[in-house]
């Protein structure tokens, strides 16, 4: 049976929404130095060296495929594009980035069967309208935050409004200023 890990790019006040600032907010994850960008990208390798299967929805997908990651070079875009790659979608995607299964229909439905067929880590990046489902459905087991040290006011927040219990199991500094926050969801 698969473990499902949400893994977020996050700011203190909890937004993980248009990190970048593509979609019109300020950016917050393009202000940190480059020994932290390097930082954060030796750690993004290592956990997609772990994975055996990405989950996102189908915006996310298409962020990494207009971000060049079907044409990246390196082990980390190497690494990503071998990876299967399921997508939650009602429409077709363009799979130009290696694999994509899209799962279409019920998300909950979707998932838990993906859950059952894939043995090791599932790691869903980004996604924010896939992983509140997710976390509300006591479907995700592990969250991997890692924490920017910025305050953005507004944007979409990671968690549902439903309370859910987690566990702390790993703290780490990123660099000289991400934290990566690992919590065990506890479920009901």
């Given at each position: 049976m698969g473990k499902l890990i949400i893994s977020e790019n996050i700011t203190l006040d909890g937004v993980i929404e248009d990190p970048t600032g593509d979609e019109g907010s300020v950016?917050?994850?393009?202000?940190?130095?480059?020994?932290?960008?390097?930082?954060?990208a030796e750690a993004e390798y290592a956990e997609a060296v772990e994975a055996s299967a990405l989950l996102m929805g189908r915006r996310t997908h298409t962020?990494?495929?207009?971000?060049?990651?079907?044409?990246?070079?390196?082990e980390w875009a190497d690494r990503l594009?071998?990876?299967?790659?399921?997508?939650v979608s009602s429409t077709a995607v363009d799979d130009g980035w290696g694999e994509a299964t899209?799962?279409?229909g019920d998300v909950v439905k979707e998932v838990t069967r993906l859950k059952e067929e894939v043995s090791g880590e599932i790691v869903v990046y980004g996604s924010g309208k896939l992983v509140r489902p997710l976390i509300e459905h006591?479907?995700?087991?592990?969250?991997?935050?890692?924490v920017y040290p910025f305050?953005?006011?507004?944007g979409a927040r990671?968690?549902?409004?439903?309370?859910?219990?987690?566990?702390?199991?790993?703290?780490?500094?990123?660099?000289?200023?991400l934290a990566l926050l690992t919590y065990e969801l506890l479920g009901p």
């Open positions: 950016s917050w994850f393009t202000r940190i130095g480059e020994d932290d960008r390097a930082a954060w962020y990494f495929l207009n971000r060049g990651w079907a044409s990246r070079t390196g594009r071998a990876l299967p790659k399921y997508v899209v799962l279409a006591d479907l995700a087991d592990e969250l991997r935050l890692m305050v953005a006011g507004t990671l968690f549902p409004a439903a309370v859910k219990p987690a566990r702390l199991i790993g703290t780490r500094t990123v660099g000289t200023a």
